[in-house]
């Protein structure tokens, strides 16, 4: 017997159990949908049937090769076959059920050794895992009428979602966001299921440290930079790692204090990093973020973190909050160079709701203090801080002189000796921030930024 085979008498079987039972046929499609869906008892209850239908039946399951499928199972003994099933799945029934019900090829990546990849693709019948930061062709594949059952599947989610529509974005009951393009946008015969989820094993400056992201003689001052209440930006490319440390930064944030958290997307667990902290999570961007916006502004809360600032009206109502004197605002930003933030912020930002570049780009330095820069070097997937700067306005002198936007590198990566040098500059603005919001804190950031300057040049 194939693989194939197997399946197939297995879903027969099952289906003859749910539709002999008094419930009848109702019963059967309320457990099919929740057991694609994803539910653990209904799941777990219907690998239990296939375990014991197996047992009734006399099947010999094998775990095989690449090839399971093509190839026919042997008899085993009188009158008992076997059949293989392939080694991307964890047991006979998980394979039978994901291959029937449930994620089919894709289940594997939700197992845990690919807990720490994050992304996976499906593209017409290829399947794709991130791993070691590149996407690996895997050996299952999904073939076109299995593709669309699974697509279906995911849509069951989110009934709202209209089966006749090319885009979909939905997220799955673990969190994963799940964006679908269907043929129209996608090549005939090419239909994209992306799959991505926020992993971090764990939110400290020291994980951090120990993967070589952050340099581990730094993890004081970032801790005390916390407690200074400093406006601080975090940019960087996709998987660069700067949503990762601003959550590490958030959980070092004084738990007493309230908080309201804006994202795009459910990716950062603030309820599990702070369970006891008074933090608010929303959902919103464009309109919906420009509806609440005067709200936001309104709010009594002590601050405010934007998850990812996407477009000018996200990065207005940053702006326009932290011209409320708000303090320990946190935000993600998308820039290639970190000197051109302002004025790179400020174009979306005229973009969206108009005004002047320059005015605007004023309003944008003087709502941050720090930017924090993250790359992804693409050989070994290694994630870097890359540089610190602080930021702000030099206003206009006596002389009559122009107010202008100052920049500067504290803290900068050198690539081929794989070691920081750091800078130490405390800007006039910066002192009264931080000793206004925490003396103690700002003195402790200061004096180890002036340690790890003579540090770097005694060596």
């Known amino acids: 017997m194939t693989f194939a085979e197997a399946c197939v008498l297995m879903e027969q079987a099952l289906t003859a159990e749910w539709e002999g039972e008094s419930e009848g046929t109702g019963r059967a499609l309320d457990m099919q949908k929740r057991a694609i869906i994803g539910y653990e008892k209904e799941v777990a209850h219907i690998k239990k049937r296939i375990r ?10 094998k775990r095989g090769t690449v090839d399971a499928d093509a190839a026919p199972g042997t008899e085993v003994g009188a009158g008992c076959l076997s059949f293989e099933y392939p080694p991307w799945y964890t047991s006979a029934e998980d394979a039978i059920f994901h291959e029937t019900w449930g994620l089919a090829g894709m289940s594997e990546w939700f197992g845990s050794r690919y807990a720490e990849s994050s992304s996976a693709k499906i593209i017409g019948d290829r399947i794709y895992f991130l791993e070691a930061g590149a996407m690996r062709l895997m050996p299952q594949t999904i073939e076109a009428d299995r593709r669309e059952q699974l697509i ?3 849509l069951l989610l989110s009934p709202e979602e209209r089966l006749d529509r090319e885009f979909h974005e939905i997220y799955m009951l673990d969190g994963t966001r799940v964006t679908i393009f269907r043929e129209g946008l996608a090549k005939k015969g090419l239909d994209v299921v992306i799959f991505r989820r926020y992993i971090v094993p764990a939110y400290t400056f020291e994980e951090q440290a120990a993967r070589g992201t952050i340099p581990p003689e730094a993890i004081p001052l970032f801790k005390n930079m916390v407690g200074s209440g400093f406006n601080v930006v975090f940019c960087g490319s996709v998987r660069s790692a700067k949503t990762t440390f601003l959550s ?3 959980s070092c944030e004084d738990p007493a204090l309230e908080g309201v958290m804006v994202e795009t997307d459910p990716e950062i667990p603030i309820h599990r990093l702070m369970p006891e902290a008074p933090v608010v999570q929303l959902l919103a961007d464009g309109e919906r973020l420009g509806k609440i916006s005067k709200n936001l502004m309104r709010s009594d ?6 998850a990812e600032a996407r477009d000018g009206i996200a990065l207005d109502t940053a702006v326009r909050i932290a011209g409320k004197g708000t303090r320990r605002m946190k935000m993600t930003f998308h820039t290639r160079d970190p000197r051109s933030f302002a004025s790179d ?20 330095a003087g709502s941050f203090d720090y930017i924090f820069h993250f790359v992804n070097l ?10 610190v700067y602080e930021i702000g306005i030099a206003r206009e002198d006596a002389q009559g002189g122009a107010d202008r936007i100052y920049v500067h590198e504290i803290c900068g990566y050198n690539r081929a000796k794989d070691r920081w040098k750091w800078t130490y500059r405390v ?14 804190a700002f003195h402790a950031f200061e004096i180890g930024l002036k340690e790890l300057f003579n540090r770097g040049n005694l060596s």
């Open 301 to 306: 809360a002590d601050y405010f973190i934007l």
């Open 345 to 364: 912020a400020a174009v979306e930002i005229v973009r969206s709701l108009g005004g002047d570049i320059g005015d605007t780009a004023l309003r944008v």
């Open 52 to 61: 014991a239908l197996l047992r009734e039946t006399g099947l010999v399951a």
């Open 152 to 154: 279906r599947a995911l």
């Open 427 to 440: 800007s006039p603005d910066k002192r009264a921030i931080g000793e206004e919001e925490n003396p103690e």
């Open 378 to 387: 693409r050989r070994g997937n290694v994630k870097k801080l890359k540089g």
């Open 248 to 250: 590490t930064w958030q």
